[in-house]
């Protein structure tokens, strides 16, 4: 069965930086469509970034020129750079792989952004 492993998740100060990690044990990984969603404390699920084969990106408004979302196909982990953290970047984040009608789910990793 394919997994989506999440891990880099912590404790950081404000302005600080964290690198997210998503492993995934599938095959023909660079194929995937890769996104990153987090949830807050008692908000919904909200999409954060878009990472696609062909390294083709696309960021929620919130994160743009603070987060990036590179990919090595070599190692089947996709990463989320977080800088410039804000206490609003407090999160759960998860990562999602897409081919065509396979959809898989991370079980999430939890950010903190605090002094």
């Known amino acids: 069965q394919v997994q989506l492993v999440e891990s880099g998740g912590g404790l950081v100060q404000p302005g600080g930086s964290l690198r997210l990690s998503c492993a995934a044990s599938v095959s023909g990984f660079s194929t995937y469509v890769m996104r990153w969603y987090r949830q807050a404390p008692g908000k919904q699920r909200e999409f954060v970034a878009r990472?696609?084969?062909?390294?083709?990106?696309n960021y929620a408004d919130s994160v743009k020129g603070r987060f990036t979302i590179p990919r090595d196909n070599g190692k089947n982990t996709v990463y989320l750079q977080m800088n410039s953290l804000k206490p609003e970047d407090t999160a759960v984040y998860y990562c999602n792989a897409v081919q065509g009608s396979k959809l898989y789910w991370g079980q999430g990793t939890a950010v903190t952004v605090s002094s």
């Open positions: 990472k696609s084969g062909d390294d083709s990106t």
